[in-house]
Structure formats: structure tokens, C-alpha cells
């Protein structure tokens, strides 16, 4: 998979000019999105389909600060897919290589009423694309 590509922001910043913790998780659900979406499942399409993914929970642990304009390197990865919970990896690089900030997401789905679905039985072809991407 492509990494997806943030480029910070001057607003992303605080007053001593270093990105704002609260950003780099904002980040993470720009390259989900960005991720699905190079698996041929944008959000727009899984909403047409009647799957909702909500955050149950996140991680992020920081290793080295960014500034304003610095660009920064996300690859998103599954870390656990049993059909029912999709836990994702993310690690941030910045332009020299060297990691910025580690980090995961745990994801449950749900129907447009907000019933748990049975992926491998409801939704087969995304089930499959999840877990060829777990085994990667």
C-alpha cells in the first residue's frame, strides 16, 4: 500500500511551533480513510453499503516532534482481523526516515442501526480484502 502523505499545518502547531499532540490522531483517521479507500472501500461506498466502522479505541505513542510544513509519512497496516474487530497499526515517518509517532486503532462494524454485522457471512468480499491484508 501507497503511505499516505500529511503535510503539517501552521494551525496544527502550538505557541513553541511543535505539532500538537492531538493532531497525529486526527492523522491516523485521514490515512484509514486514505487506506480503505486504495482497497476499494471509500467511505462513501461502505455507507452505500450499510457498514459503519466506529473508533472503540486508540493509541499513540510519540518518538520524535514535527513542525510546520514538515511532511509526514503514514502507512496504515491491519494488526488484527477476526471479523468482528479490525485493529490497524500506523506508523508516521517524516521526510528523513526516522519515526515520528506510532499508533493504533481498534474499529468494530455495525449496521446503519447500530447492529454488530457478521462480516465473513454479510459482507464476504470485504471480509476477504481485511484478511489478505492481515496476512501481509
Known sequence: MTPYIH???Y???DKMGITHHSNYI????????????QLGYPFAK???MGVASPVLGVTCDYKKSTTFSDEVSILVS????KGVKLHLSYEMKNAAGDV?????????????????????????????????????
Not at 474499529?107 to 496476512?135: S, T
Open 78 to 81: 491491519v494488526k488484527e482481523f
Open 26 to 37: 486526527r492523522w491516523m483517521e485521514e490515512a484509514r480513510i486514505a487506506y480503505l479507500e
Open 46 to 48: 461502505l455507507e452505500e
Open 11 to 13: 494551525y496544527e502547531t
Open 100 to 136: 515520528v509517532c506510532v499508533g493504533t486503532t481498534s474499529h468494530a462494524f455495525f449496521n446503519l442501526e447500530g447492529r454488530p454485522l457478521r462480516m465473513k457471512q454479510e459482507y464476504p468480499d470485504l471480509y476477504e480484502v481485511l484478511m489478505g491484508e492481515l496476512e501481509k
Open 7 to 9: 503535510k503539517v499545518q
